[in-house]
């Protein structure tokens, strides 16, 4: 079956996203692979298609026991043979899926790298065919990458003692060049076919904050948001709790994860999060590696992550629908002391490594944290920070982060200054006293106004020398002329005077700038992959009706929403309205299995909504 039929049949896509497709055809050439793609741009693809078109096994390494279990259960709910093997099984489970491998019935097995080190689970893989090892989140090999994992080491050992070399693949979204190198390098991977594809994603929007006070403004940027789904990542515990507290207080529905809790608590805290039970997580960063929640529609930090490897991975959780997101970071001075912290702490937990080592990674990680620092710095282009980062080229302005949409610039306005200094100068002598603001700038515009004839200021050589321009144009020019010094309010008859900075800008060349917005940002862009148009009015009911639909069907089947269909689908469902399981096959992210299992339930529901 050529790879595209899979594609359409097993997953109901229609076209490979950017990159898939040369890595596919490298693992069935028999090349080893290494793709390097952002979150959410498909990677468990490139090695499940070609899964599916090898004889034998597909070994799949994959850091987070926790994780597995969605991903087989999203593999079989399309009608994918694929079981795993991992600590969490009961004996006779284990047993059972050990025979079941025997007997050849799975194409793909999930494993934590731990695994491979397993006596009897080697014994085990001896026996089988295994055309290909796949290695997810493979920047955990190297010690430069932020998740470095000891085990990852042993894959070539493991690999080195399979009858038959399989076709070794891996996948990674954080990829410096170094990390790239040591990846190669690690795995022991043989002239692989490399592939990066962009690092940008368009519908995410980025931006960061400094408040006072942090808790105040997250809360609110939760409450603007109610009905959506989001994760709140803090450095620790301890800010975990406070915040998932605050929340839930606030009457929000949230949760939380951090590895302080019982296995117990984080499995049934993850579920809640994952069927929108609880659409707010509050986490560190011990959640979300492999989490496939399409719906996430923002990420806030409510503390600096220590690399921007880490701010993007987790930021990159949002918007994985292909809809517009937010990812927002709160910034104080102190995020950057903690982050230090435990850069410094890190080398206790280290003892594998040796002083020069230890020394060396600290170094890079103090790297790390300064890039990271000065994405929350900046005031240029908040995208543009993170591809140079990556070392993805771009456009000077991205109009879609805080950034574009405020960036300001500094414009020189001296000349204004001086035309309103003589004015204020001139209306005093004329009067002897001082006038207030409204009428220096009428004065200056040339206006009609009662009072300004009254006065006779209209005889003044400065009536009328800024007609043209408008009235709140002339309040900035004041405003940052007060801010320069130039200029003072007396407070009790708010008229306008001189201060001994004054002369300066009139006679002696002192210049005046004001801080302005740059020209007005672009709209937002929406990404590529979001299928068609914004929804009319009707097509978000039915899309309401849809995920009641879809809630129901996962309950009953005990599996995270995703499993039965991600929003990217049910939003193409809503817009094609289709009526026979014809059509239902032509809505993008549905394949055969899911059309059979899912199709008269949701026809059914659109036959309902169609008649309301
Ligand atoms: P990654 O592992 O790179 O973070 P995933 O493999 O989890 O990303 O894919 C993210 C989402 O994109 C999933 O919902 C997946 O079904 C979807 N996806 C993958 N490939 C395609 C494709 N060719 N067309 C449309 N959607 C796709
Ligand atoms: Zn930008």
Redesign the pocket.
């Known amino acids: 079956m050529p790879k595209r039929m899979v ?1 359409q049949q097993y ?1 109901g ?5 950017p990159g ?1 497709e040369p890595l596919i055809d490298g693992i069935l050439a028999g090349r080893d692979v290494l793709g390097i ?10 090695y499940q298609i070609p899964a599916l078109l090898l004889p034998g096994l597909t070994l799949v390494v994959s850091p987070l026991i926790s994780l597995m279990k969605d991903q087989v259960a999203a593999l079989n709910g399309a009608g994918i043979p694929a079981a795993l093997l991992n600590s969490s099984l009961d004996e006779a489970s284990y047993r059972e899926t050990c025979w079941q491998l025997r007997q050849g019935m799975h194409k793909l097995l999930y494993v934590a790298p731990e695994r491979l080190e397993n006596e009897g689970f080697l014994r085990l893989m001896q026996e089988q065919e295994i055309s290909m090892i796949a290695v ?1 989140e493979a920047h955990c090999v190297s010690q430069w990458g932020q998740d470095f994992r000891p085990s990852y080491l042993k894959i070539p050992d493991f690999v080195a003692q399979l009858p038959h070399r399989p076709v070794v693949s891996a ?1 990674t ?1 954080t990829a410096t060049a170094e990390v790239q190198a040591d990846i190669v390098q690690r795995l022991e991977l043989i002239d692989p076919v490399k592939i990066v594809t962009g690092f940008d994603r368009p519908n995410l929007y980025f931006e960061v904050r400094r408040p006072t006070q942090k808790l105040p403004l997250l809360t609110r940027l939760v409450e603007d948001r109610a009905g959506r789904s989001g994760i709140i990542y803090c450095a620790t515990r301890a800010n975990v709790e406070k915040v998932c507290d605050h929340l839930r207080q606030r009457g929000i529905p949230a949760t939380r994860y951090h590895a302080g809790l019982s296995e117990a608590e984080r499995r049934q805290n993850q579920d809640d999060f994952q069927f929108d039970r609880a659409p707010v997580m509050v986490a560190t960063n011990a959640f979300g590696m ?1 989490i ?1 929640k ?1 719906n996430v529609s923002y990420v806030f930090h409510f503390n600096m992550p220590k690399s921007l490897e880490a701010y993007y991975q987790e930021a ?1 959780r949002a918007g ?2 292909g809809e517009a997101a937010e990812c927002i970071l709160l910034f104080a001075q102190g995020d950057v002391a903690t982050a230090e912290f435990f850069i410094h702490q890190s080398g206790d937990n280290n003892e594998a490594l040796t002083p020069e080592e230890l020394e060396e990674i600290q170094a890079r990680d103090y790297q790390r944290l300064e890039a990271m620092v000065g994405y929350c710095k900046t005031s240029r282009c908040l995208r543009g920070h993170i591809l140079d980062y990556f070392g993805q080229r771009h456009e000077a302005r991205c109009g879609n982060c805080g950034n574009c949409r405020r960036a300001f610039v500094q414009v020189d306005i001296t000349r204004q200054a001086q035309m309103i200094l003589s004015c204020i100068k001139r209306a005093q002598a004329k009067l002897g006293y001082y006038v207030g603001a409204v009428l220096i700038i009428r004065t200056l515009l040339g206006s009609k106004d009662k009072r300004v004839l009254e006065l006779g200021l209209d005889a003044l050589s400065t009536y009328g020398i800024m007609k043209g321009t408008d009235k709140k144009t002339m309040r900035d020019y004041l405003d940052a002329m007060e801010q320069a010094g130039v200029v003072t309010t007396e407070p009790r008859h708010k008229t306008l005077r001189f201060t001994p900075a004054s002369g300066a800008v009139l006679f002696h060349g002192k210049t005046v700038s004001m801080t302005q917005a740059a020209e007005t940002a672009a709209p937002r862009k929406r990404s590529a ?1 979001a299928p068609g148009a914004p929804l009319s009015d009707g097509a978000e009911r039915v899309l309401t009706a849809l995920k009641q639909t879809r809630r129901d069907l996962a309950e009953r089947e005990g599996v995270p929403l ?1 499993v039965i269909f ?1 929003n ?1 689908t049910l939003a193409d469902m809503a817009r094609r309205r289709p009526t026979d399981l014809e059509g239902f096959l032509e809505v ?2 549905v394949g055969e299995v899911k059309a059979r299992k899912y199709g008269k339930a949701f026809l059914r529901t659109l036959a309902q909504v169609q008649e309301d």
């Open positions: 594609l997953f896509y229609d076209d490979f996203r898939q793609m952002p979150t959410g741009g498909g990677k468990s693809m490139c997810d996948f979204a492999g496939d399409s990159g994985r629908d992959s995703y991600s990217a993008s992210g």
